[in-house]
């Protein structure tokens, strides 16, 4: 059992940046491919990055290539998803989860993922 606490979100500019946490608890965090997800009010949660057990491997959605990228503090456990350039409409609740297995074509499907964080708020003003 993984534990994930998301954190670092909150009201941005357009254009800006914002660094996420994902803090894992109950075991490490390289045992598992961690992925993340955001959802809109109204809207169908999207797949937005993942990054692999070993970091070796990262994969993001298009919206989010060029401007979202992965870094890892192993010490404190915690995976960071660096967002520059934000856009208003990226404005949701992102969410950080964890899978095991092998990485495959699956791993932008959050359906694969068995551990969850509580979420957290960006907000992007225009």
């Known amino acids: 059992q993984v534990h994930l606490v998301e954190s670092g979100g909150e009201l941005v500019q357009a254009g800006g940046s914002l660094r996420l946490s994902c803090a894992a608890s109950?075991?490490?965090?390289?045992?598992?491919?961690i992925g993340w997800f955001r959802q809109a009010p109204g809207k169908e949660r999207e797949f937005v990055a993942a990054?692999?057990?070993?970091?070796?491997?990262?994969y993001y959605a298009d919206s989010a290539k060029g401007r979202f990228t992965f870094s890892r503090n192993n010490a404190m456990n915690t995976i960071y998803l660096q967002m520059n350039s934000r856009k208003p409409e990226e404005t949701a609740v992102y969410y950080c989860?964890?899978?095991?297995?092998?990485?495959?074509?699956?791993?932008?499907?959050?359906?694969?993922?068995?551990?969850w964080g509580q979420g957290t708020q960006v907000t992007v003003s225009s």
């Open positions: 990054i692999s057990r070993s970091g070796a491997t990262t």
């Open positions: 109950g075991r490490t965090i390289s045992s598992y491919h």
């Open positions: 989860a964890a899978r095991g297995g092998n990485w495959s074509v699956t791993i932008n499907q959050g359906s694969e993922y068995a551990y």
